[in-house]
């Protein structure tokens, strides 16, 4: 077993310039192909009407995790997912409780990404939609701590057994000394 999360703390810190990364490469690259700059777009957007978009997208991204990792893992009956409200750090969740092979944990870890981020972004970026691409890399930008859990499942086989921690950002790989999947 070998516990690779991070805290709570240490990920929300090492995330922010994850995100300020995101947001700067998204921006450069809209701006090189149109000439106008997409994070500007999204700060034009009067604070009342970003809040509940914001808010919305944060529910829909949650929602997107949980029902990736429940479609997959529909066979794993002790699986399930969890929702809630980190409150220290305003933070909603989903969170699949009990061990998933490592490739659903990271499905379901990137799915909000791609399907709210990337893939509108580029959609946006090919169409010339500077506020949808804004959003879009917001998005992407938001993703940081499940880049940061992806990232600890590097060189882990897919089909090895990985648990979520509910309390610290990332997983338990539950495997031997010698990278053997363990039960
Ligand atoms: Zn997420």
Do not use: C
């Amino acid at each position: 077993m070998e516990d690779r999360s991070v805290s709570m703390l240490r990920a929300n810190v090492s995330s922010a310039p994850i995100a300020i990364f995101v947001a700067a490469v998204g921006d450069w690259a809209y701006k090189t192909l149109w000439g106008g700059g997409v994070v500007k777009a999204v700060f034009d957007i009067p604070v009342l009407q970003l809040i509940p978009i914001l808010l919305v997208l944060t529910v829909v991204h949650e929602a997107v995790h949980a029902l990736t990792w429940k479609a997959l893992s529909a066979h794993h009956r002790e699986t399930h997912v969890r929702f809630g409200i980190n409150w220290r750090y305003l933070a909603p969740y989903a969170h699949p409780v009990g061990r998933l092979p490592a490739w659903i944990n990271l499905a379901g870890g990137l799915a909000p990404a791609l399907l709210l981020g990337i893939g509108p972004f580029v959609w946006a970026t090919s169409n010339s939609e500077p506020l949808v691409a804004g959003i879009a890399l917001l998005m992407v930008a938001g993703s940081a701590g499940d880049f940061m859990i992806a990232w600890q499942l590097i060189g882990v086989p897919m089909r090895t057994p990985v648990e979520d921690r509910p309390d610290r950002v990332g997983v338990i790989i539950h495997w031997d000394a010698t990278h053997r999947a363990t039960r």
